[in-house]
């Protein structure tokens, strides 16, 4: 069992940055693959960037990202924190929505695996983003 918080939202002008956190619970941090999704108002969930388990300390993790961030958002982890990142750059108004953080144990070969939301076992109570033009 793991919980996860998010924070690190707000308002922000486009073309600026935020960046969002999310701290889980649990010594097996590291073993979880992680997640970022967001919802915008009368949209399904859709996925953002997602981040592989670290395993063995001499190989990093992997990521992934939707077209629509890609070059402009980073996702990322601190094992010793048990917190995962994603950090947000140019961001547009079109990047408003609630983002959620999601954790799963799934293993997979491909990162690309993570990209559905029924791959998650675990979801945060979500923040919101709200980008002004």
């Known amino acids: 069992q793991v919980q996860l918080v998010e924070s690190g939202g707000g308002l922000v002008q486009a073309g600026g940055s935020l960046r969002l956190s999310c701290a889980a619970s649990?010594?097996?941090?590291?073993?979880?693959?992680m997640g970022w999704f967001r919802q915008a108002p009368g949209k399904e969930r859709e996925f953002v960037a997602a981040?592989?388990?670290?395993?063995?300390?001499?190989?990093?993790?992997?990521?992934d990202y939707a077209d629509s961030v890609k070059g402009r958002f980073t996702i990322s982890r601190d094992n010793a924190k048990n917190t995962v990142y994603l950090q947000m750059n140019s961001l547009k108004p079109e990047d408003t929505a609630v983002y959620y953080c999601?954790?799963?144990?799934?293993?997979?070969?491909?990162?690309?695996?993570?990209?559905?939301?029924?791959?998650?076992?675990?979801w945060g109570q979500g923040t919101q983003v709200t980008v002004s033009s």
């Open positions: 999601a954790a799963t144990r799934r293993a997979y070969y491909s990162v690309t695996n993570y990209r559905s939301y029924d791959e998650y076992d675990y």
């Open positions: 649990g010594r097996t941090f590291s073993t979880y693959a």
């Open positions: 981040i592989s388990w670290s395993g063995a300390s001499w190989v990093g993790a992997s990521t």
